[in-house]
């Protein structure tokens, strides 16, 4: 058996990567062509969900980080 602090907290690789995904999805989103999102009727998808991605691996990050302190 491990002991309690020893074993990682998958919420931070996890928030790590949702971030880090989100921000570049993001930034293509505010660099990229508006003809693209023509199909979308003019709703920046790639922006859009590249916040929610990033919002919610620094939450993800956050609740690791939180759990640590205590």
Known sequence: MHAQGTLM???TPLGL???L???LLAGYG???DPAVYAASLGFNVNLWWGLAMLVFGVGMVG???RRKAQ
């Open 9 to 11: 907290d998958l919420r």
């Open 17 to 19: 990567l949702f971030a």
């Open 21 to 23: 995904l989100g921000l």
């Open 30 to 32: 505010l660099v990229g």
């Open 63 to 65: 609740a690791a980080f």
